[in-house]
């Protein structure tokens, strides 16, 4: 037992070395110069001293908000500091995973998962970035692993079973995750998604329509019924919705993507609305035919 105990005890040493040295390739130093929006050096310095899950919790603000970046820079400060703390690693591969470094996150990840097969953290989140990759049958084969999925994983799943031509298992995925969390904006916009991919035009637009209702999750809510809009070939109605909740500059954007979001394969179109992937290869192909 002695002798198991001490070969265990080296591999997760070796493990949170090799981790350490990737965070200070990845962050150089433990202390910071620069602020990140609100956040100033001296903030960052501080909790990156007395509390670097701090640091991770703020992280988690960034990410939210989309600044996949700054969220990266926090938790590259936070696994600097504390290269033990292996949510830090995770926090950072995923955030290094959303901002385009895939290749990075995926080679972390697969060091923490070689020492933690059932860790389902990494698990999640080396499939959601896989999924920002592109890489859909690789992100729902590394779901299959986990025997009892939670909401977000089952949100997940049902997303990737859109873009992989299984239009029903991903509504009813979709369906049981909202039913486990019905508050949750985001999910409900998935499965508003879902159902407008379907088909089923009337139901994505009441569960819209009832996330509208929220004053906060209003104009995400109301963008997204625009992208339910544009997809039933409406498309006109849908720049009248975008107008009213984004910028000048955004809607004319925003344009030609409604102009050609109907015409798209169905696993285009899941791909466009699900992980805002538009295929260069469904441009080119519709481009020189749309028409106004």
């Known amino acids: 037992m002695k002798k198991i105990a001490k070969i265990l005890s080296i591999r997760i040493n070796l493990t949170l070395i090799m981790l350490a040295l990737a965070g200070c390739a990845a962050s150089g130093d433990r202390r910071a110069t620069e602020d990140i929006g609100p956040v100033t050096a001296y903030a960052r310095n501080s909790l990156a001293e007395e509390n670097p899950t701090g640091l991770l919790r703020i992280g988690e603000g960034f990410e939210r908000s ?111 995750a909202l039913d486990m969390q019905p508050d949750d904006s985001q999910i409900l916009e998935a499965a508003a998604f879902s159902f407008a991919l379907n088909g089923d035009y009337a139901s994505s637009v009441s569960l819209l329509r009832r996330a509208m209702d929220s004053r906060r999750g209003n104009p995400i809510a109301q963008n997204s019924l625009a992208q339910v809009y544009a997809l039933s070939g409406q498309r006109e109605a849908a720049l009248r919705l975008a107008r009213d909740v984004l910028p000048v500059y955004e809607v004319q954007r925003l344009e030609n993507f409604f102009r050609l979001l109907p015409r798209f394969s169905p696993q285009e179109q899941a791909a466009a609305l699900f992980f805002n992937r538009v295929p260069k290869e469904a441009i080119n192909r519709l481009s020189g035919r749309a028409t106004n």
């Open 66 to 176: 989309g600044d996949f970046i700054g969220a990266r820079k926090l938790y590259a400060q936070a696994r600097a500091a504390a290269p033990e703390l292996v949510e830090a690693h995770i926090a950072y591969a995923r955030a290094s995973g959303l901002a385009g470094f895939s290749d990075e996150a995926v080679a972390i990840l697969t060091v923490i998962g070689r020492e933690n097969p059932q860790n389902e953290k990494v698990i999640i989140t080396l499939s959601t970035i896989h999924a920002a990759a592109g890489r859909y049958q690789s992100a729902y084969d590394g779901l299959q692993q986990i025997k009892e999925p939670t909401y977000d994983v089952l949100a997940l799943k049902g997303k990737l079973s859109h873009v992989l031509g299984d239009g029903s298992a991903g509504q009813e995925a979709l369906v049981a």
